[in-house]
């Protein structure tokens, strides 16, 4: 797959925008998966709704799935709802933002197509 933002399509005079992702946890397409989560998207923000897995816990490599996702969509943050401990929270997470072109040059750019890339930490500049 491309890494280009494919959120809005646009065929003949029609624009197609995505606003419902269904996302399963699967090796191949039509295999038995083993998670599923509904995804509502909203502006810039993704709702994960309905995540069911066939284990107890989401993993953090999960996790990192959905803000990869969140990032090329060019999305500003996602949020989830969970039960932890017999407790109930919501999370929001910010997603960091590719960086532009036009940096200045004190910015060293993280090439696109490394997949460490979204697992090193974020680095922010301080004018």
């Known amino acids: 797959m ?32 083993s998670a599923i989560a509904n995804c509502n998207l ?13 284990e107890l816990d989401f993993s953090k490599d999960d996790f990192m799935t959905f803000h990869r996702f969140c990032k090329r969509m060019g999305l500003d943050n996602f949020t989830y709802h969970r039960y932890h401990n017999g407790e109930s929270s919501s999370k ?12 200045p040059a004190t910015i060293t750019k993280i090439k696109q197509d ?14």
């Open 2 to 33: 491309s890494g280009e933002n494919t959120r809005y399509i646009q065929e003949g005079d029609w624009v197609f925008e995505v606003k419902t992702v269904r996302a399963m946890r699967v090796d191949e397409f039509g295999k038995p998966y």
């Open 42 to 54: 909203n502006g810039n923000s993704m709702y994960i709704d309905g995540l069911l897995t066939n």
């Open 92 to 103: 929001t997470v910010r997603v960091n933002k590719p960086i532009p072109v036009s940096a």
């Open 114 to 127: 490394d997949e460490s890339a979204d697992k090193s930490p974020t680095i922010r500049v301080i004018k």
